[in-house]
């Protein structure tokens, strides 16, 4: 069996990390503090346990020779782990700490996603006198995880215990990403979000009517997308990990401090952050009850006061109950709780921002007609019904003028996750061959009353009625026309049963209206892990970029997207001027429409 250049050189930096390791800990006596380091947890498509088990050397050696700390010795950390079972619980890590008699703990994520590697640490003092701190680095290959591991152990060296970084004599970490140099390294972001702006935009797009014209026949070159040279492989920095399952994501400024937030919604929680260097800080959260599931995360300035609101739809089996929230300086106030309707805002050409509701039957999860709703003394009330077929939930359409000829269209998802574009009266102008905007979040299926023993996992999925991804209507091209960027996730083709689902990997596409139909302006690489939720964010400072971001699930099972772990938010930069040049030379990058 052969060596890779990679794990010969792991092999050679472990053999290194074990003699140091040996000296730190002969040197204990003289330590001031102890460490104990857990091992790596995996999320991976493919064996990299020579990954987990080199990183937590090297980080070892590191921590001892940069920090000073007196490292526990590995094979008595795994036997503490082994009897102490799942660590699930703060007071769980205390409690082996304590029994190991250390100082502090560190765990740690590693995540693969494509040919990049995340890390994500967490450092717990068992003493209590410090706060639980999380520390981030990426690379953009294996082959640059050395460098990404060195400064994730700079990082926990200088925040946590007062070392002095040594000043770099040159940028010699072009593949690794971490907090430090995240600002060095990341993508254009809307103005205020604590990055600089990158020149090289992850994404270029071409005019849809050249584009139709290539792919007619006699045509020539395609003119779709094209990356340009950026810092980093696939184009996207990522956050820090989150441990739980995000089930939506909206970016605005919820504050009014003009920098976009971040907004994450968890089963039943809702967390708001800031975005400060690729890295999520919270500063306030709402809870919802416990027997509701979030389906639906969205911001808006309905009330025009400058600060968007939060507004967000739970669902017990077929009953809706949402929430509007504003930020008050210091917490959230609810501009209405438990209200029966599923709730969004809407976009409606002609009359502009609205909230959108729409409502529930005893036996259905949803009851025909979309209504425009406003909020009255901490209530909703129903006003005009919105010109859209009844056979659609408020779920699965966005309303746009998509060839600026004054009339609206709609732009939906059917059962079968095909998209159409209809006329208001329900006619059918467009409908896709593939599949977008599916989603593993759900209403109805098993029925709580009337569970018995014999229940099937056939009964409990037949009635489900899938809530779908946003459809976001934006000009990417500017061509002054709206264009639509929405998901796919695909499927691996394991539908085991007809309303079942499996998404392993997903891409984001552009598409615009050619005259005859939707087709593609861009997409992204393929993904892995399940698409979980996104939005896009033009520059109000140019009208040639935006930013993407794209909400991600790293590893869940089919059964229960709501119970996965392990989130994060992928930020990728695009670029909406129209650049002729690059365009017509496909040789100049790689065609992100091809396989």
Known sequence: MTTSP?????????????LLAGNSQAGDEKAKETIAILPFTANAPKDISYLQSGIRNMLASRLAAEAGLGIIEQARVDQQVAAAGELKQQNQLTQLGSALQADY??????????????LDAKLYPINGAKPVETFYASAATEDDIISAVDSLAWDIAEKSFGKQRPVAKSSQQQGAVSAPTAQQQAPALPTGQGQLQNENPAYRTAHPDRQFMSNSPGGGASPLVYPTAITGTFGFTKTQNLNFSMQGLDIGDIDGDGQQDVVIASRNKIIAYHLVNNRLVPFGEMEIQSRFKIISLELADINGNGKEEIYATGVDWITPDSLGAEWQGKEFTYLFKGAKWYVRPMHVPGPGLMLAGQRSAIDEAFTPGIYQVSVN????????????????????????????????????LDNFDKLKVLETSGKLLWKSDESYGGTLK????EDPAAKTDKETLETRVKNRVYIHSRIIVEDVNNDNLPDIVVNKNLDSASRVLENMKNYPSGEMHALAWNGIGLTDLWRTRKIDGYVASYQMVRNPDTKDSATLYVGLITNSGWFDVFAAKDSTVLIYPLDLSKREAQEQNPQQGYQYMGK
Do not use: C, H, M, W
């Open 6 to 18: 990679l794990r010969f050189t792991l092999f050679f930096v472990l053999f290194l990390s074990s």
């Open 105 to 118: 703990l560190l765990s740690g994520v590693l995540t693969s996603i494509g040919k990049s590697i995340s």
């Open 377 to 412: 003394a901490d209530t909703l009330q129903q006003a005009e019904k919105l010109p859209v077929p009844d056979s659609l939930n408020l779920f699965d359409f966005s309303l746009a003028d998509l060839d600026g000829d004054g009339k609206t269209e709609v732009i939906a």
């Open 442 to 445: 759900y209403v109805g299926g």
